[in-house]
């Protein structure tokens, strides 16, 4: 519910003119670079409190009848890509960086 309100927000924040290129910078480090602490927490415990709870990382959370449960974060390589795009800045060693990531199969 919280996010939905956020979310409203954004979407007039973004008509406005109010969102920099600062904003969606540091916006997509800290996607790219944050903690998935809260995303567990919200998986593991019985009754979290979620308004306390960052969960800008969850993207799917699924939990079975037998108690397994399987946790999506958001794709932290294209985090990456869209940050070093966003950044404006000489991009060549990033690029390399990001392209020998996809190679090797490694998840950021």
Known sequence: MESKKEETTLQQRIRAGQI???DVTRRLAELAFGKANDCVRLALEDDPQLSRLDLSLLSEIKRNEKGT???KLIDRLKA????ALAS???QSGAEAFLQALRESGEEA
Do not use: A, C, S
């Open 88 to 90: 404006g800045d000489d």
């Open 69 to 71: 449960v399987e946790i």
């Open 80 to 83: 990456l890509e869209q940050l």
């Open 20 to 22: 920099r290129r600062e």
